[in-house]
């Protein structure tokens, strides 16, 4: 009796010691594995939350998201008109580069917006990453003041060396007046 007591305190023992052990390993580790997740500053520019009730008909704003900046332009019905004009065929970049929507989707102006009179695309070009200027060109949308590309007011390039759109983030609407980007 005496040596089944003993077995029981020796694996009790066992146990209570490699339960110890880890637990101080698990608390040794846990400041390694927790620096890898990000910081709180890249958890906050994941998503850009923005007002859009201030933004006029004809205006752009400028926000930043995630370390680029984001265009947002509150089309007037005559720039909703011109771009809906033009057929795709006459694009340079026939596809959308919407983030919303399947890729390969035409570069039309309805698939390039959410809400026809609101259009957010990243500023960023797509030949060698300048920042376009608004309201430049004849196209009325942007120009690259680096090597001449220009885009139209949905955000396609129409003249120049960029290869590719401006591209569309995700973003959604969460209010009528407000939308949420990433």
Same mark, same amino acid.
């Given at each position: ?15 209570? %010691? ?6 101080? @390993? ?20 994941? @998503? ?12 752009? =704003? @400028? ?40 890729? #390969?989707?035409?570069? %039309?102006?309805?698939?390039? =917006? ?7 695309? =990243? ?24 090597? #001449? %590309?220009?885009?139209? @007011? ?13 591209? =569309? ?14």
């Amino acid at each position: 009796m005496a040596e089944a007591q003993d077995l029981t305190r020796r694996d009790f023992l066992y146990v209570a %010691s490699g339960a110890f052990a880890a637990m101080g @390993t698990a608390l040794a580790v846990w400041p390694f594995v927790d620096q890898m997740n990000p910081a709180a500053n890249v958890l906050a520019l994941a @998503t850009t939350e923005v007002d859009l009730a201030p933004i006029e008909p004809g205006q752009i =704003v @400028t926000v930043l998201w995630q370390g680029k900046p984001v265009f947002i332009r509150h089309r007037t019905p005559a720039e909703i008109a011109e771009a809906r004009a033009v057929p795709t065929d006459a694009l340079i970049d026939p596809k959308a580069r919407n983030d919303n929507l399947k890729d #390969g989707m035409p570069a %039309s102006d309805e698939n390039r =917006v959410i809400k026809e009179d609101w259009l957010v695309v =990243v500023g960023v070009c797509t030949h060698l990453g300048c920042v376009p200027l608004g309201h430049q060109g004849p196209f009325g949308g942007w120009l690259c003041p680096c090597h #001449g %590309s220009l885009y139209d @007011t949905a955000g396609r390039v129409r003249k120049g060396p960029a290869p590719e759109n401006l591209i =569309v983030p995700p973003y959604k609407f969460t209010t009528d007046t407000a939308i949420l980007i990433g």
